[in-house]
């Protein structure tokens, strides 16, 4: 059974930082892209930011130079390291996977059950 789970939101003032983790088991991690994914109510679910094992990293435009995304292989974990952050970074951030490749494209990927309810909350306070 593929299970990602998100953890590392909270609530911080602008100019913070955050460190996502998502756990990621169930599947070959090395066969998938990895994305970050965020959300507010009553608008469209947006990339953030994607990742291969061994390939390019991706990033929105309104976090490039604010955010990395990484991962641990050997934990099968991927991180988002956000730092400078703005209160329109608030949201429910959420990880997702989709097979290679493509990767930088955000279409595509998923969720187990396409369960997009759950994620961790970010709140970034002017």
């Known amino acids: 059974q593929v299970w990602l789970v998100e953890s590392g939101g909270g609530s911080v003032e602008a100019g913070g930082s955050l460190r996502l983790s998502c756990v990621a088991s169930g599947f070959k991690y090395s066969n998938y892209c990895m994305g970050w994914f965020r959300q507010t109510p009553g608008n469209e679910r947006e990339g953030v930011a994607s990742?291969?094992?061994?390939?390019?990293?991706t990033y929105a435009e309104s976090v490039k130079g604010r955010f990395t995304i990484s991962h641990d292989n050997a934990e099968n974990t991927l991180y988002l390291q956000m730092n400078s952050l703005r209160p329109e970074d608030t949201a429910v951030y959420f990880c997702a996977h989709k097979p290679k490749p493509y990767c930088a494209i955000w279409a595509g990927y998923s969720r187990p059950n396409n369960d997009w309810g759950q994620g961790t909350q970010v709140t970034v306070s002017s």
């Open positions: 990742t291969v094992i061994g390939g390019s990293t």
